[in-house]
DNA sequence: CGGGTCGATTGACAAATATCAATCAAGTGA
DNA sequence: TCACTTGATTGATATTTGTCAATCGACCCG
């Protein structure tokens, strides 16, 4: 395969924040190193323990990240578009700490890690941006830590929901972003927790029929969540 | 209080890899802009929810960051000399996602957290440490939510154990730095549960007698508690 | 020396969560 | 259409973990 990605995928890419204030002759390089690629489902794209060839980019599809020890496995998070993912390990040039896999059919990009340090080196505003984007990330994993220690794993759906639910347009319906025995690894607990879980919360006003969640009452369940914009909002 | 950091602290924090390359013009101005105070035992220094005025160095001797929900509280790390804490939260000018409180007396300098930002505009190389500081802090955590999710408590404590044995000086001998009560909190666990666990774990050689841990047998330990470097070695 | 305090430990029990097996239900492809 | 596959659900049960109450033991201070 040969390198450079096609010009119809700059604009989505250049609108990331990790980008938006490169040089246009960096990003230029950078986007002429990448590899884009079409994934089908199911395909692992990154294995744990493996050094860190590529910062990775989602640029349509869905990624799993995920981490296995003693023949168990968990869900970490979920790559959407458009998105980077493995940033800390390509920076670092240290060993993925997670596996990747693709959920749906993918569309990925590859820029070398050693192009995103060289630019990383010569750029100072992607130097700055990549610094925003890595607090985000720990900011992130340290709710999803709260979240975990904090919670039961009934307290954890609920809140979970309230999330999906703001994301959304509105309405107190929505879909599950992937399939159940996902998510409830995402939680961390078992699928069929999972199902029990969602039965408990049917005393607060939640049904769910397939991917299809409503919500009749929002703030009943709120009382029952107790959401935190300490955990639960992505931008705090 | 009047800013401005003792010259004889200045050695110690300019040996931490955050400092160690930014320019000297840039490291004084942040030494004497920087607050040091000591503190007594069980001061809570931060607490969560609070906009990020100063990034924090911990001189000497121990603060334990933490965080609660309904009621609930657990740790999340212990910040040991010479390092710095919530750097995260400094850089993005957002609020402290977690507590920090000392577990003795400590002593602790202060930096604006505006001047660490001005500063990480105006020097390169200070800005690029940070971005390893940030990346290895993020390796960090997703190394602990690994931890949590892949394990059951038996197990954390088995690999915590022989992560304090490889820090210390190699004997099997070694005290744990801090009350059990805590190390409970911090592995995600009761009090009365971790003690049931110590007591798991003498089939597997380990010996308890207060803080004093003896592991006498540290293959067979290791073949219960199967470390992994992508979850247990703080440098992978 | 003798309370008094605080953390650690223990036992009994309860709650949360996982496991195992069976069934169900939706989607797929011959 | 009909097997077939795969994920979801359910029930029964086991394991893990937490809670509550009591006791123990070390340490401190008068």
Redesign the pocket.
């Known amino acids: 395969m040969r390198p450079g990605m096609p010009d119809s995928d700059y604009p989505d890419v250049r609108r990331l924040a990790l980008f938006s204030d490169v040089a246009n002759e960096h990003f230029n390089a950078l986007m002429r190193g990448a590899y884009v690629q079409n994934f089908p489902p199911q395909i692992e794209l990154i294995t744990e323990g493996e050094p860190s060839n590529f910062l990775h980019i989602i640029l349509s599809g869905a990624v799993d990240l995920f981490s296995a020890w003693n023949g ?1 496995e968990t869900s970490m998070a979920t790559a959407r578009p458009v998105s980077t993912f493995i940033l800390a390990a390509s920076i670092r040039d240290a060993p993925y700490l997670m596996s990747a896999r693709t959920l749906e059919k993918s569309r990925i990009a590859l820029i070398p890690s050693q192009d995103v340090r060289a630019i990383f080196d010569a750029d100072n505003a992607f130097a700055r941006s990549i610094v925003t984007e890595l607090a985000t990330c720990y900011r992130s994993v340290v709710k999803t830590q709260k979240d975990l220690k904090l919670r ?3 307290e954890r759906l609920a809140n979970y929901l309230l999330r999906q639910q703001s994301r959304g347009s509105s309405g107190s319906e929505f879909d599950l972003e992937f ?6 690894s995402y939680l ?12 408990g919360l049917q005393a607060y006003g939640v049904a ?1 029929q ?2 299809r969640v409503t919500i009749s009452n929002q703030q009943d369940l709120e009382r029952f969540a107790k959401p935190n914009r300490l955990i639960d909002d992505p931008h705090s």
Chains 1, 2 share one sequence.
Do not use: Y
Not at 188 to 199: D, I, V, Y
């Open positions: 168990r039961t794993s009934l399939e159940k025995r996902r998510l409830a961390g607990m078992t699928p069929e927790n999972l199902s029990r879980a969602f039965k769910v397939g991917s």
